[in-house]
């Protein structure tokens, strides 16, 4: 019988032996690689087609965004309207969203409704059209859009700090703009489609509790399509990284507040060093409970919230700091992310304050499994940038094991003021 007048132990979350549920992988008639988790206890799915068709493939600027927004506008047999009805009937979502090397098709749906939706998605795929009323309708509606955003100083700064790092002309830092909406055309849209999707290179992947008969369902949908039997062309883009590291731009001169961007360059997902420079961001910046926000919001009260995150792409990467201040503070709240920058390099963390890192690190984590979707963005990540299933363990291990020498070392390498570019935007 438990003794109910001893409390029970409690654990910390670095204690627990966190494991990435399986993912299973198959194959398709045309060589389409397919992978499944198969959880959860409701009948549902999510079906998600990762295409190679971001921007880092276009020769003009917008054409693959354009090109995968206006998917679902129209086929040869049915209509934007159509489509849209047809999925709504069904309580289903298809969505599509376009990444710098990647593109999406994803549909969320009751498995029972399987045999109705998926020959709509293949003929997406197939025998999409790109009217000329839906790309001039997709054309005013988006610069109407930009130009509404543009009034905004945090959009401004997120735009200008990716051009400032990569370049204007770099996949990574290239940005919309009216002239660019208008040059576009039917036919460069129906090109980039007919080599990156319809003849384009694609994975699949499954989450959910999956039905017996998913993969002939998908070998019959689009086992026979011509996808993954050509190679795309190799596309290469140089960087061309502004030379000045310090920018402050006027948008709004009627504005309270500024939008502060800080960023620099650093390795990529590959690198020895990535698993522990995520500790030290989470440290720095990367949580409610971090040295950023403990100072530039709790005790400065310069902003509503601050935070550090990567860019992780699969090309390029960069470290980056974000926040929106008080106009008359921006200056100041740099300041003081360099004084912390400073601290971190030149006095070792204590063990309570890392211990409280490790446990939201690994809190997270485990937050992340929780549901076959989000166990599967896991498994997306690990097999798009081509990382294998020991990274997952690798990460929990160095969550694990780092120490504060490791956490003063990583900064003294990678938290230098002169490397980042600086951006105020008001």
Same mark, same amino acid.
């Not at 007048?5 to 194959?27: G, M, N, W, Y």
């Not at 001039?136 to 959009?155: D, G």
């Not at 989450?207 to 026979?224: E, R, S, Y």
């Not at 399509?225 to 140089?238: D, F, R, S, V, Y």
């Given at each position: 019988?438990?003794?109910?007048?001893?409390?029970?132990?409690?654990?910390?979350?670095?204690?627990?032996?966190?494991?990435?549920?399986?993912?299973?992988?198959?194959?398709?008639?045309?060589?389409?690689?397919?992978?499944?988790?198969?959880?959860?206890?409701?009948?549902? $799915?999510?079906?998600?087609?990762?295409?190679?068709?971001?921007?880092?493939? %276009?020769?003009?600027?917008?054409?693959?965004?354009?090109?995968?927004?206006?998917?679902?506008?129209?086929?040869?047999?049915?209509?934007?309207?159509? !489509?849209?009805?047809?999925?709504?009937?069904?309580?289903?979502?298809?969505?599509?969203?376009?990444?710098? %090397?990647?593109?999406?098709?994803?549909?969320?749906?009751?498995?029972?409704? $399987?045999?109705?939706?998926?020959?709509?998605?293949?003929?997406?795929?197939?025998?999409?059209?790109?009217?000329?009323?839906?790309?001039?309708?997709?054309?005013?509606?988006?610069?109407?859009?930009?130009?509404?955003?543009?009034?905004?100083?945090?959009?401004?700064?997120?735009?200008?700090?990716?051009?400032?790092?990569?370049?204007?002309?770099?996949?990574?830092?290239?940005?919309?703009?009216?002239?660019?909406?208008?040059?576009?055309?039917?036919?460069?849209?129906?090109?980039?489609?007919?080599?990156?999707?319809?003849?384009?290179?694609?994975?699949?992947?499954?989450?959910?509790?999956?039905?017996?008969?998913?993969?002939?369902?998908?070998?019959?949908?689009?086992?026979?399509?011509?996808?993954?039997?050509?190679?795309?062309? %190799?596309?290469?883009?140089?960087?061309?990284?502004?030379?000045?590291?310090?920018?402050?731009?006027?948008?709004?001169?009627?504005?309270?507040?500024?939008?502060?961007?800080?960023?620099?360059?650093?390795?990529?997902?590959?690198?020895?060093?990535? #698993?522990?420079?995520?500790?030290?961001?989470?440290?720095?910046?990367?949580?409610?409970?971090?040295?950023? #926000?403990?100072?530039?919001?709790?005790?400065?009260?310069?902003?509503?919230?601050?935070?550090?995150?990567?860019?992780?792409?699969?090309?390029?990467?960069?470290?980056?700091?974000?926040?929106?201040?008080?106009?008359?503070?921006?200056?100041?709240?740099?300041?003081?992310?360099?004084?912390?920058?400073?601290? $971190?390099?030149?006095?070792?963390?204590? /063990? /309570?304050?890392?211990?409280?890192?490790?446990?939201?690190?690994?809190?997270?984590?485990?937050? %992340?499994?929780?549901?076959?979707?989000?166990?599967?963005?896991?498994?997306?990540?690990?097999?798009?940038?081509? $990382?294998?299933?020991?990274?997952?363990?690798?990460? !929990?291990?160095?969550?694990?094991?780092?120490?504060?020498?490791?956490?003063?070392?990583?900064?003294?390498?990678?938290?230098?003021?002169?490397?980042?570019?600086?951006?105020?935007?008001?």
């Amino acid at each position: 019988m438990i003794d109910r007048t001893v409390s029970p132990h409690i654990k910390d979350a670095v204690e627990f032996d966190l494991r990435l549920k399986p993912c299973q992988a198959a194959v398709l008639d045309n060589g389409t690689r397919v992978y499944m988790v198969d959880a959860g206890t409701e009948e549902v $799915l999510q079906i998600d087609l990762v295409f190679y068709a971001g921007n880092w493939h %276009e020769d003009q600027n917008l054409v693959a965004a354009s090109t995968n927004f206006l998917l679902k506008n129209g086929t040869h047999k049915k209509t934007a309207y159509s !489509i849209n009805e047809h999925f709504e009937y069904y309580g289903s979502y298809l969505n599509r969203h376009c990444f710098n %090397e990647t593109a999406n098709i994803t549909l969320h749906c009751l498995n029972r409704h $399987l045999h109705e939706l998926l020959p709509v998605v293949q003929e997406i795929i197939s025998e999409s059209v790109f009217s000329e009323e839906e790309l001039r309708l997709y054309k005013q509606t988006s610069k109407q859009k930009l130009a509404v955003n543009l009034k905004k100083c945090e959009f401004v700064a997120g735009r200008l700090i990716d051009e400032y790092l990569y370049g204007i002309d770099h996949p990574y830092g290239k940005y919309s703009s009216a002239p660019a909406f208008d040059a576009l055309t039917r036919e460069q849209l129906l090109e980039f489609y007919k080599q990156y999707y319809v003849h384009g290179k694609c994975i699949i992947f499954v989450a959910g509790k999956i039905p017996p008969d998913i993969l002939p369902l998908l070998n019959q949908h689009f086992g026979h399509l011509p996808i993954n039997q050509t190679a795309l062309p %190799e596309k290469q883009h140089a960087l061309k990284p502004a030379t000045e590291k310090k920018y402050r731009i006027s948008n709004d001169a009627h504005g309270v507040q500024g939008a502060v961007r800080l960023a620099s360059y650093f390795p990529g997902r590959k690198h020895p060093d990535f #698993m522990k420079l995520q500790v030290l961001n989470t440290l720095f910046g990367g949580f409610f409970g971090s040295r950023l #926000m403990s100072n530039i919001r709790e005790d400065k009260g310069y902003t509503y919230g601050i935070h550090s995150y990567f860019e992780n792409h699969l090309q390029q990467s960069a470290w980056a700091i974000s926040t929106e201040a008080g106009r008359a503070v921006c200056e100041a709240t740099i300041q003081e992310v360099y004084k912390e920058m400073t601290v $971190l390099r030149e006095v070792p963390v204590d /063990e /309570e304050e890392l211990l409280l890192v490790r446990n939201y690190m690994m809190g997270s984590i485990l937050g %992340e499994l929780d549901g076959p979707f989000q166990i599967m963005a896991k498994w997306k990540n690990i097999i798009l940038h081509e $990382l294998g299933e020991e990274y997952f363990y690798n990460s !929990i291990n160095t969550i694990k094991a780092i120490t504060p020498d490791d956490i003063q070392q990583m900064a003294r390498t990678y938290l230098i003021p002169e490397n980042f570019y600086e951006l105020v935007v008001v």
